[in-house]
Nanobody, 125 residues
């Protein structure tokens, strides 16, 4: 059974940083794309960043230059380093994984079939 467990969320002031972690178990994690999504209250879930084979990445325009996604295959973990945080980054952040390599590090939510429970990120002005 595939399990994804996120951690690292919290409350920070605008301009601060947080690093999210996603520990995966139950599958050959390093061969499949993984991604981070977020959902703010009253809004649809959106793709933030995705990674494939530890090097190919894809970012939403709203986070480019501020967020960095990475993988550590030895620890079965994906990370999201978030710098220069803004109040509009406030959301529940979810880790996701795919069982297909087709399309690589896509930010399409419907391409991911494994999801974590989420970790809350709150950025105050």
């Amino acid at each position: 059974q595939v399990q994804l467990v996120e951690s690292g969320g919290g409350s920070v002031q605008s301009g601060g940083s947080l690093k999210l972690s996603c520990v995966a178990s139950g599958y050959t994690y390093t061969t499949y794309p993984m991604a981070w999504f977020r959902q703010a209250p009253g809004k649809e879930r959106e793709g933030v960043a995705a990674i494939f084979s530890e090097s190919t990445t894809n970012y939403a325009d709203s986070v480019k230059g501020r967020f960095t996604i990475s993988q550590d295959s030895a620890r079965n973990t994906a990370y999201l380093q978030m710098n220069e945080l803004k109040p509009e980054d406030t959301a529940m952040y979810y880790c996701a994984a795919r069982s297909s390599k087709i399309g690589g590090p896509t930010l399409r939510e419907d391409r991911y079939n494994y999801w974590g429970q989420g970790t809350q990120v709150t950025v105050s002005a």
